[in-house]
Nanobody, 125 residues
Framework: QVQLVESGGGLVQTGGSLRLSCVIS????????MGWFRQAPGKEREFVAL????????YYRDSVKGRFTISRDNANNTVYLQMNSLKPEDTAVYYC??????????????????WGQGTQVTVSS
């Protein structure tokens, strides 16, 4: 079974930075696209960013463009999300997941049905 473990969240002030990590096991990592998602209290989970299996393609939701950067290390089965210039509206639990096609990630439809526990990001005003 696929296992996803997110880490790196925390409490920061507006304008601060965090670097999230996600380690995935149970599949051939280099053959899948990876994405980050987030869920705020009382809201649906939403797409944040994705990176192609080779690392050559990235895509971000409009609200984080220019502030967040996604990257991956295939040798260590790890995907990262560098978050700069954080805002209170970025507060949420952040999750990672994978899919064979980029459109599936953008639409919140990961390849496998399971999700990790996520990592909490809280940005104070």
């Amino acid at each position: 079974q696929v296992q996803l473990v997110e880490s790196g969240g925390g409490l920061v002030q507006t304008g601060g930075s965090l670097r999230l990590s996600c380690v995935i096991s149970g599949l051939t990592f280099s053959g899948y696209h990876m994405g980050w998602f987030r869920q705020a209290p009382g809201k649906e989970r939403e797409f944040v960013a994705l990176i192609g299996w080779s690392g050559g393609t990235t895509y971000y939701r409009d609200s984080v463009k220019g502030r967040f950067t996604i990257s991956r290390d295939n040798a260590n089965n790890t995907v990262y999300l560098q978050m700069n210039s954080l805002k209170p509206e970025d507060t949420a639990v952040y999750y990672c997941n994978t899919a064979r096609y980029t459109n599936d990630l953008i639409r919140g439809r990961p390849e496998f049905g399971s999700w990790g526990q996520g990592t909490q990001v809280t940005v104070s005003s």
